[in-house]
């Protein structure tokens, strides 16, 4: 199953029947919904534990919504109450801390970078598509590119530089 497959045909559900199992899920009035990084263990995740491909499926899609979400709030605060609502994506945080955890960190939880990799070319057009689509007044695809182009968080280690070499290129 390919990425773009997997995410919109599956990943929601999953996502849905994680949810579900979280203990520690909770809500901040206006932000969304807030998931601690411990919570992505056997217990919630048992359901996309039967594969192990779908755990890397599951973990690389939910590693990116909380990227661009990130971005979105990070960069584009006034435009972040429109975008929450139409995509819902959580934020997923160390502990209960307020703060944010990097979406490399729930990447490296499933593995290594081939896989990446193509999750990395289908989100970065999946974002692109979503930009150009999206009505924002003052949002666009080649805002949202710079901006993670020039977060020196998103770049780093071995999954950002990857990430931020494909979206270099295109």
């Known amino acids: ?4 497959e997997y ?10 029947e994680f949810m579900a199992k979280s203990k ?17 263990n056997e217990d919630t995740m048992s359901h996309v534990k039967t594969d192990p491909r779908h755990t890397v499926r599951f973990l690389y899609c939910l590693a990116f919504t909380v990227l661009i979400d990130q971005v979105m709030y990070t ?7 429109k975008f929450q ?3 819902l994506y959580p934020k997923i945080e160390y502990g209960i801390s307020n703060m944010n955890a990097r ?20 989100f970065i057009q999946d974002f692109r598509e979503f930009f150009e689509k999206q009505n924002f007044p003052n949002v666009n695809w080649i805002k949202v590119k710079e901006a993670m182009l020039n977060d ?5 280690g071995s999954f950002g530089q990857l990430f931020c070499d494909k979206l270099k290129h295109l």
């Not at 960190?105 to 999750?119: C, M, N, P, V, Y």
């Not at 020196?152 to 780093?156: A, Y």
């Open 1 to 4: 199953m390919n990425p773009k």
């Open 7 to 16: 995410y919109y045909d599956h990943f929601r559900t999953d996502f849905a």
């Open 24 to 40: 520690m899920a909770h809500k901040h009035s206006g932000d969304g919904i807030y998931i601690l990084i411990q919570d992505l």
């Open 75 to 81: 960069y584009f605060k006034n435009e972040y109450a």
């Open 85 to 87: 609502s139409i995509t």
């Open 103 to 122: 979406p490399w960190d729930i990447a490296q939880r499933a593995g290594g970078l081939t896989t990446f990799e193509k999750f990395a070319n289908f």
């Open 152 to 156: 020196n968080d998103i770049c780093f």
